[in-house]
């Protein structure tokens, strides 16, 4: 049925075709940013997790959850 269906809606293989590309510009878009990020950034945001934070004073009338 769905094979019946899908035999009757004209011209979808075009949209496989613009799906396709589209990947594919997205893709390469992500490939091109990755490479061009700076080691000293990439450096810097991976070890951001380990860092040990400051903490700063709360504001008035906040108080600590902790």
Known sequence: ???HMVEKIGGIANYGMISICLFFVVFTCALVW???LKGKFLSTMGSLPLEDETE???AKGEAHHE
Do not use: W
């Open 56 to 58: 700063a004073p709360a």
């Open 34 to 36: 990755a490479f061009r």
């Open 1 to 3: 049925m769905i094979q």
